[in-house]
Protein backbone atom coordinates (compact mmCIF):
# COMPACT_ATOMS: atom_id res chain seq x y z
CA UNK A 1 0.00 0.00 0.00
CA UNK A 2 1.47 3.59 -0.69
CA UNK A 3 2.27 5.82 2.48
CA UNK A 4 1.32 8.85 1.79
CA UNK A 5 4.02 10.96 2.79
CA UNK A 6 3.75 14.00 0.66
CA UNK A 7 0.57 15.06 2.77
CA UNK A 8 1.01 17.04 6.22
CA UNK A 9 -1.35 13.99 7.83
CA UNK A 10 0.60 11.60 10.20
CA UNK A 11 0.82 9.96 13.34
CA UNK A 12 3.96 10.69 15.18
CA UNK A 13 4.75 8.18 17.66
CA UNK A 14 7.36 8.81 20.72
CA UNK A 15 9.75 6.26 21.09
CA UNK A 16 10.11 7.69 24.81
CA UNK A 17 6.67 7.11 25.78
CA UNK A 18 6.70 3.12 24.70
CA UNK A 19 10.18 2.62 26.73
CA UNK A 20 8.14 4.42 29.24
CA UNK A 21 5.52 2.19 29.42
CA UNK A 22 7.11 -1.15 29.08
CA UNK A 23 9.84 -0.51 31.53
CA UNK A 24 7.40 0.70 34.40
CA UNK A 25 5.43 -2.31 33.32
CA UNK A 26 8.67 -4.75 33.53
CA UNK A 27 9.41 -2.76 36.87
CA UNK A 28 6.17 -4.19 38.61
CA UNK A 29 6.97 -8.17 37.65
CA UNK A 30 8.39 -10.37 39.79
CA UNK A 31 11.59 -11.89 40.16
CA UNK A 32 11.33 -14.54 36.99
CA UNK A 33 8.55 -13.38 35.16
CA UNK A 34 9.27 -12.47 31.62
CA UNK A 35 6.70 -9.74 29.85
CA UNK A 36 5.94 -10.45 26.09
CA UNK A 37 5.17 -7.39 24.22
CA UNK A 38 1.96 -7.49 21.94
CA UNK A 39 2.55 -6.39 18.63
CA UNK A 40 -0.15 -7.83 16.96
CA UNK A 41 -2.14 -5.63 14.08
CA UNK A 42 1.02 -3.72 13.07
CA UNK A 43 1.88 -2.78 17.10
CA UNK A 44 -1.96 -1.34 17.46
CA UNK A 45 -1.45 0.73 14.46
CA UNK A 46 2.21 1.96 16.31
CA UNK A 47 4.28 0.35 13.67
CA UNK A 48 5.50 -3.45 14.73
CA UNK A 49 9.24 -3.57 14.14
CA UNK A 50 9.70 -0.36 15.64
CA UNK A 51 7.86 -0.81 18.82
CA UNK A 52 9.30 -4.06 18.77
CA UNK A 53 12.80 -2.59 19.17
CA UNK A 54 11.89 -0.15 21.63
CA UNK A 55 9.76 -3.08 23.51
CA UNK A 56 13.25 -5.31 23.67
CA UNK A 57 15.11 -2.10 24.32
CA UNK A 58 12.84 -1.02 27.10
CA UNK A 59 12.80 -4.90 28.55
CA UNK A 60 10.68 -7.37 26.69
CA UNK A 61 11.36 -11.05 26.62
CA UNK A 62 9.76 -11.93 23.70
CA UNK A 63 6.42 -10.88 21.23
CA UNK A 64 2.80 -11.86 20.82
CA UNK A 65 1.65 -11.48 17.60
CA UNK A 66 -2.07 -12.61 16.50
CA UNK A 67 -0.89 -14.31 13.13
CA UNK A 68 1.69 -16.27 11.92
CA UNK A 69 3.15 -13.56 9.27
CA UNK A 70 3.28 -10.67 12.30
CA UNK A 71 6.06 -13.44 13.27
CA UNK A 72 7.64 -14.04 10.27
CA UNK A 73 7.99 -10.15 9.63
CA UNK A 74 9.75 -10.21 13.20
CA UNK A 75 11.85 -13.34 12.18
CA UNK A 76 12.94 -11.25 8.48
CA UNK A 77 13.85 -7.98 10.73
CA UNK A 78 15.83 -9.92 12.83
CA UNK A 79 14.68 -10.54 16.14
CA UNK A 80 15.74 -13.40 17.69
CA UNK A 81 13.35 -13.51 20.65
CA UNK A 82 10.77 -15.93 21.99
CA UNK A 83 7.51 -15.20 19.49
CA UNK A 84 4.43 -16.73 20.03
CA UNK A 85 1.13 -16.26 17.86
CA UNK A 86 -2.15 -15.87 19.83
CA UNK A 87 -4.20 -17.22 16.85
CA UNK A 88 -4.98 -20.34 15.49
CA UNK A 89 -2.71 -20.93 12.92
CA UNK A 90 -3.65 -23.75 9.87
CA UNK A 91 -1.76 -26.83 10.84
CA UNK A 92 -0.16 -26.98 7.43
CA UNK A 93 1.93 -24.38 8.17
CA UNK A 94 2.90 -25.98 11.17
CA UNK A 95 6.64 -26.71 9.56
CA UNK A 96 6.89 -22.86 8.94
CA UNK A 97 6.49 -21.55 12.39
CA UNK A 98 8.69 -24.89 14.05
CA UNK A 99 11.47 -23.59 10.82
CA UNK A 100 10.92 -20.29 12.26
CA UNK A 101 10.84 -20.84 16.22
CA UNK A 102 7.76 -19.51 16.35
CA UNK A 103 5.60 -20.78 18.92
CA UNK A 104 1.96 -21.39 18.05
CA UNK A 105 -1.39 -21.94 20.39
CA UNK A 106 -3.25 -25.24 20.38
CA UNK A 107 -6.94 -25.97 21.18
CA UNK A 108 -7.44 -29.26 20.59
CA UNK A 109 -5.51 -32.44 19.96
CA UNK A 110 -6.68 -33.18 16.42
CA UNK A 111 -4.95 -30.15 15.44
CA UNK A 112 -1.90 -31.47 16.96
CA UNK A 113 -2.45 -35.14 14.47
CA UNK A 114 -2.78 -32.59 11.48
CA UNK A 115 0.07 -30.79 12.05
CA UNK A 116 2.23 -34.43 13.04
CA UNK A 117 1.61 -34.69 9.32
CA UNK A 118 3.76 -32.05 8.24
CA UNK A 119 6.16 -31.76 11.04
CA UNK A 120 9.58 -32.97 9.60
CA UNK A 121 11.09 -32.97 13.48
CA UNK A 122 14.71 -31.13 12.10
CA UNK A 123 12.90 -28.53 14.68
CA UNK A 124 10.39 -29.32 17.44
CA UNK A 125 7.46 -26.73 17.06
CA UNK A 126 6.81 -25.03 20.16
CA UNK A 127 3.14 -25.08 21.49
CA UNK A 128 0.95 -23.25 24.31
CA UNK A 129 -2.15 -24.98 25.41
CA UNK A 130 -4.56 -22.36 25.03
CA UNK A 131 -7.63 -22.86 27.71
CA UNK A 132 -10.84 -21.90 27.66
CA UNK A 133 -11.93 -20.81 31.15
CA UNK A 134 -15.07 -18.54 29.70
CA UNK A 135 -13.68 -16.22 27.61
CA UNK A 136 -15.09 -18.61 24.94
CA UNK A 137 -13.19 -18.28 21.81
CA UNK A 138 -10.20 -20.58 21.35
CA UNK A 139 -8.92 -23.18 23.73
CA UNK A 140 -9.37 -26.45 25.64
CA UNK A 141 -12.72 -26.79 27.26
CA UNK A 142 -11.91 -30.25 29.28
CA UNK A 143 -9.48 -31.10 31.33
CA UNK A 144 -9.52 -34.91 30.14
CA UNK A 145 -8.76 -33.16 26.78
CA UNK A 146 -6.33 -31.32 27.70
CA UNK A 147 -4.49 -34.88 29.56
CA UNK A 148 -4.99 -36.14 26.15
CA UNK A 149 -3.10 -33.36 24.04
CA UNK A 150 -0.32 -33.80 26.65
CA UNK A 151 0.32 -37.68 26.00
CA UNK A 152 0.17 -36.43 22.02
CA UNK A 153 3.22 -34.30 22.57
CA UNK A 154 4.82 -36.83 24.65
CA UNK A 155 4.50 -39.85 21.90
CA UNK A 156 5.76 -37.12 19.54
CA UNK A 157 8.55 -35.66 21.40
CA UNK A 158 10.67 -34.86 17.52
CA UNK A 159 8.10 -32.91 16.73
CA UNK A 160 6.60 -31.13 19.34
CA UNK A 161 7.40 -29.08 22.39
CA UNK A 162 4.91 -28.03 25.14
CA UNK A 163 6.03 -25.06 25.88
CA UNK A 164 3.24 -23.35 27.84
CA UNK A 165 -0.10 -23.06 28.96
CA UNK A 166 -2.39 -20.23 28.81
CA UNK A 167 -5.94 -18.48 29.13
CA UNK A 168 -7.43 -14.91 28.20
CA UNK A 169 -9.39 -13.32 30.67
CA UNK A 170 -12.81 -11.34 29.83
CA UNK A 171 -13.23 -9.00 32.24
CA UNK A 172 -9.69 -8.02 33.36
CA UNK A 173 -10.59 -4.31 32.94
CA UNK A 174 -13.91 -4.78 35.01
CA UNK A 175 -14.83 -3.60 38.17
CA UNK A 176 -17.05 -6.93 39.17
CA UNK A 177 -14.40 -9.32 39.75
CA UNK A 178 -17.03 -12.42 39.83
CA UNK A 179 -16.78 -13.68 36.35
CA UNK A 180 -12.68 -12.87 36.55
CA UNK A 181 -12.43 -15.15 39.73
CA UNK A 182 -14.72 -18.04 38.27
CA UNK A 183 -11.82 -17.93 34.97
CA UNK A 184 -9.11 -17.85 37.02
CA UNK A 185 -10.50 -21.04 39.02
CA UNK A 186 -10.90 -23.03 36.13
CA UNK A 187 -7.54 -22.10 34.83
CA UNK A 188 -6.15 -23.71 37.86
CA UNK A 189 -7.75 -26.77 37.11
CA UNK A 190 -6.38 -27.00 33.81
CA UNK A 191 -2.76 -26.51 35.02
CA UNK A 192 -3.30 -29.31 37.50
CA UNK A 193 -4.65 -31.31 34.54
CA UNK A 194 -1.09 -31.34 33.15
CA UNK A 195 1.60 -33.93 34.10
CA UNK A 196 4.39 -30.98 34.41
CA UNK A 197 3.92 -27.20 34.58
CA UNK A 198 5.54 -25.93 31.33
CA UNK A 199 8.19 -23.39 31.04
CA UNK A 200 5.46 -20.22 30.76
CA UNK A 201 1.96 -20.35 32.69
CA UNK A 202 0.41 -17.40 31.86
CA UNK A 203 -2.93 -15.19 32.20
CA UNK A 204 -2.25 -11.90 32.21
CA UNK A 205 -3.08 -9.11 29.51
CA UNK A 206 -2.25 -5.20 30.46
CA UNK A 207 -5.69 -5.21 32.39
CA UNK A 208 -4.80 -8.43 34.11
CA UNK A 209 -1.05 -6.89 35.28
CA UNK A 210 -2.40 -3.77 36.57
CA UNK A 211 -5.36 -4.87 38.58
CA UNK A 212 -4.94 -8.74 39.31
CA UNK A 213 -1.25 -8.50 40.57
CA UNK A 214 -2.20 -11.84 42.76
CA UNK A 215 -2.89 -13.65 39.62
CA UNK A 216 -0.30 -15.18 38.97
CA UNK A 217 1.76 -16.82 36.08
CA UNK A 218 5.33 -16.03 34.75
CA UNK A 219 4.93 -14.31 31.52
CA UNK A 220 2.60 -11.17 31.02
CA UNK A 221 1.08 -10.43 27.45
CA UNK A 222 1.44 -6.64 27.73
CA UNK A 223 -0.73 -5.16 25.05
CA UNK A 224 -2.06 -1.99 24.93
CA UNK A 225 -0.42 -0.55 27.84
CA UNK A 226 2.40 -0.09 26.08
CA UNK A 227 0.97 2.48 23.57
CA UNK A 228 0.10 4.51 26.91
CA UNK A 229 -3.83 3.57 26.69
CA UNK A 230 -5.63 2.32 30.12
CA UNK A 231 -7.37 -0.92 28.96
CA UNK A 232 -10.50 -0.16 30.84
CA UNK A 233 -10.92 3.29 29.11
CA UNK A 234 -12.36 5.30 31.18
CA UNK A 235 -13.54 2.46 34.49
CA UNK A 236 -10.50 2.54 36.26
CA UNK A 237 -8.42 5.19 36.96
CA UNK A 238 -6.61 3.40 39.73
CA UNK A 239 -3.21 2.95 38.03
CA UNK A 240 0.12 1.51 39.71
CA UNK A 241 2.09 3.74 37.50
CA UNK A 242 0.94 6.08 34.70
CA UNK A 243 0.30 5.27 31.26
CA UNK A 244 2.32 8.08 28.46
CA UNK A 245 0.04 7.98 25.14
CA UNK A 246 2.10 7.11 22.79
CA UNK A 247 0.39 8.44 19.65
CA UNK A 248 -0.24 11.95 18.32
CA UNK A 249 -2.43 12.62 14.98
CA UNK A 250 -1.76 15.23 13.23
CA UNK A 251 -2.53 16.99 9.65
CA UNK A 252 -2.55 20.74 8.58
CA UNK A 253 -4.92 23.07 6.96
CA UNK A 254 -4.78 22.55 3.30
CA UNK A 255 -6.90 25.74 2.56
CA UNK A 256 -8.86 27.66 4.30
CA UNK A 257 -12.08 30.28 3.23
CA UNK A 258 -14.74 32.66 3.76
CA UNK A 259 -18.25 31.46 2.66
CA UNK A 260 -21.24 33.68 2.81
CA UNK A 261 -24.62 32.07 4.93
CA UNK A 262 -25.84 29.22 3.08
CA UNK A 263 -23.07 27.75 1.70
CA UNK A 264 -23.41 23.74 1.61
CA UNK A 265 -19.96 21.73 2.74
CA UNK A 266 -19.55 18.31 1.98
CA UNK A 267 -21.61 15.35 0.44
CA UNK A 268 -25.59 15.40 0.91
CA UNK A 269 -25.11 19.52 1.53
CA UNK A 270 -26.08 18.40 5.06
CA UNK A 271 -23.58 21.14 6.60
CA UNK A 272 -24.73 24.60 5.48
CA UNK A 273 -23.44 27.48 7.09
CA UNK A 274 -26.34 29.76 8.93
CA UNK A 275 -23.72 32.67 8.71
CA UNK A 276 -20.23 34.46 7.43
CA UNK A 277 -18.16 31.67 8.41
CA UNK A 278 -14.49 30.57 8.09
CA UNK A 279 -14.18 27.22 6.94
CA UNK A 280 -10.99 25.01 6.43
CA UNK A 281 -9.97 21.59 4.67
CA UNK A 282 -7.76 18.90 6.37
CA UNK A 283 -6.47 16.08 4.15
CA UNK A 284 -7.67 13.08 6.35
CA UNK A 285 -10.53 10.89 5.71
CA UNK A 286 -11.94 7.70 6.10
CA UNK A 287 -9.45 5.56 4.10
CA UNK A 288 -7.20 7.06 6.92
CA UNK A 289 -8.88 5.62 9.62
CA UNK A 290 -10.59 9.09 10.72
CA UNK A 291 -14.06 7.54 10.75
CA UNK A 292 -17.03 9.24 8.84
CA UNK A 293 -18.57 9.06 12.24
CA UNK A 294 -16.58 11.71 13.63
CA UNK A 295 -18.64 14.22 11.88
CA UNK A 296 -19.39 16.88 14.74
CA UNK A 297 -16.58 15.99 16.65
CA UNK A 298 -13.49 18.37 17.69
CA UNK A 299 -10.26 19.14 16.19
CA UNK A 300 -7.60 21.55 17.73
CA UNK A 301 -6.10 24.42 15.61
CA UNK A 302 -4.39 27.27 17.54
CA UNK A 303 -5.32 25.86 20.42
CA UNK A 304 -9.05 26.00 19.68
CA UNK A 305 -11.39 23.67 19.20
CA UNK A 306 -13.02 23.71 15.80
CA UNK A 307 -16.27 21.18 14.74
CA UNK A 308 -16.28 19.16 12.05
CA UNK A 309 -18.29 20.01 9.41
CA UNK A 310 -20.64 18.02 6.50
CA UNK A 311 -19.90 14.38 6.03
CA UNK A 312 -15.97 12.97 6.32
CA UNK A 313 -15.34 12.13 2.57
CA UNK A 314 -12.65 9.15 2.28
CA UNK A 315 -9.82 11.08 1.82
CA UNK A 316 -10.65 15.00 3.46
CA UNK A 317 -12.60 16.44 5.29
CA UNK A 318 -13.48 20.28 6.55
CA UNK A 319 -13.76 22.16 9.55
CA UNK A 320 -15.24 25.38 10.96
CA UNK A 321 -12.66 27.61 11.59
CA UNK A 322 -12.61 31.01 13.92
CA UNK A 323 -10.97 33.04 11.37
CA UNK A 324 -8.84 32.60 8.62
CA UNK A 325 -5.77 30.53 8.82
CA UNK A 326 -2.86 29.91 5.62
CA UNK A 327 -2.55 26.47 4.07
CA UNK A 328 0.17 24.21 6.71
CA UNK A 329 -1.62 25.42 9.66
CA UNK A 330 -1.23 22.39 12.01
CA UNK A 331 -4.53 20.47 13.18
CA UNK A 332 -4.16 18.73 16.25
CA UNK A 333 -6.44 15.49 15.85
CA UNK A 334 -5.01 13.79 18.67
CA UNK A 335 -2.49 15.05 20.98
CA UNK A 336 -2.38 18.68 23.07
CA UNK A 337 -2.07 21.86 21.17
CA UNK A 338 -1.76 25.19 23.51
CA UNK A 339 -4.39 24.01 26.75
CA UNK A 340 -6.67 21.88 25.19
CA UNK A 341 -5.75 18.23 24.22
CA UNK A 342 -7.81 15.35 22.49
CA UNK A 343 -7.04 12.15 23.37
CA UNK A 344 -7.72 8.79 21.98
CA UNK A 345 -10.10 7.63 24.57
CA UNK A 346 -11.97 10.86 23.60
CA UNK A 347 -11.99 9.94 19.59
CA UNK A 348 -13.21 6.49 20.67
CA UNK A 349 -15.67 7.76 23.20
CA UNK A 350 -17.66 9.84 20.22
CA UNK A 351 -17.20 7.43 17.91
CA UNK A 352 -18.85 4.90 20.45
CA UNK A 353 -15.94 2.39 20.20
CA UNK A 354 -12.77 1.83 22.40
CA UNK A 355 -9.42 3.20 21.91
CA UNK A 356 -8.06 -0.43 20.87
CA UNK A 357 -10.45 0.08 17.36
CA UNK A 358 -9.45 4.17 17.13
CA UNK A 359 -5.82 3.13 16.63
CA UNK A 360 -5.94 -0.47 14.68
CA UNK A 361 -7.63 1.55 12.21
CA UNK A 362 -5.23 4.07 11.30
CA UNK A 363 -4.53 2.79 7.76
CA UNK A 364 -1.25 2.18 6.00
CA UNK A 365 -1.48 5.01 4.09
CA UNK A 366 -0.83 7.46 6.96
CA UNK A 367 2.98 7.45 7.88
CA UNK A 368 4.28 6.45 11.28
CA UNK A 369 6.98 9.21 12.47
CA UNK A 370 9.13 8.45 15.32
CA UNK A 371 10.24 11.13 17.55
CA UNK A 372 12.16 11.43 21.20
C1 LIG B 1 -4.53 -9.03 22.28
C2 LIG B 1 -4.27 -9.99 23.37
C3 LIG B 1 -3.55 -9.61 24.50
C4 LIG B 1 -3.15 -8.17 24.78
O1 LIG B 1 -4.26 -7.52 25.36
P1 LIG B 1 -4.13 -6.01 25.91
O2 LIG B 1 -5.49 -5.74 26.47
O3 LIG B 1 -3.84 -5.17 24.74
O4 LIG B 1 -3.05 -6.02 26.91
C5 LIG B 1 -3.20 -10.58 25.42
N1 LIG B 1 -3.58 -11.87 25.24
C6 LIG B 1 -4.31 -12.27 24.19
C7 LIG B 1 -4.69 -13.70 24.06
C8 LIG B 1 -4.69 -11.35 23.22
O5 LIG B 1 -5.43 -11.75 22.18
Same mark, same amino acid.
Given at each position: ???????????????????????? /?? !????? =?????? +??? #???? $?? %??????????????????????????????????????????????????????????????????? /?? !???L? =?????? +??? #???T $?? %???G???????????????A?????????????????????????????????????????????????????????????G????? $?? %??????P????????P?????????????????A?????????????????????????????????????????????????????????????????????????????????????????????G????????????????????
Amino acid at each position: MVVALHRPTRAIISRSAIKRNVAN /AC !AQLDE =GTELFA +VVK #ANAY $GH %GLVQVARLARQAGANGFCVAVLDEGLALRDAGFTEPILVLGIVDPVCAELAAQNHIAVPVAETSWLE /AA !AGTLT =GDSPLH +VHF #ATDT $GM %GRIGFTHRGDLADAAAFIDAHAKQFELEGIFTHFATADEVDISQFNKQSARFNDFVAALPKRPRYVHVANTATSLWHTACKGNMVRY $GV %GIYGLNPSGRTITDLPYSLAPAMRLESALVMSKAVPAGTTVSYGATYVSSKDEIIGTVPMGYADGWLRRMQGFDVLVDGQRCPIVGRVCMDQFMIRLPKLYPAGTVVTLIGRDGDDEITMQDVADYAGTIHYEIACCLSERVPRVYVD
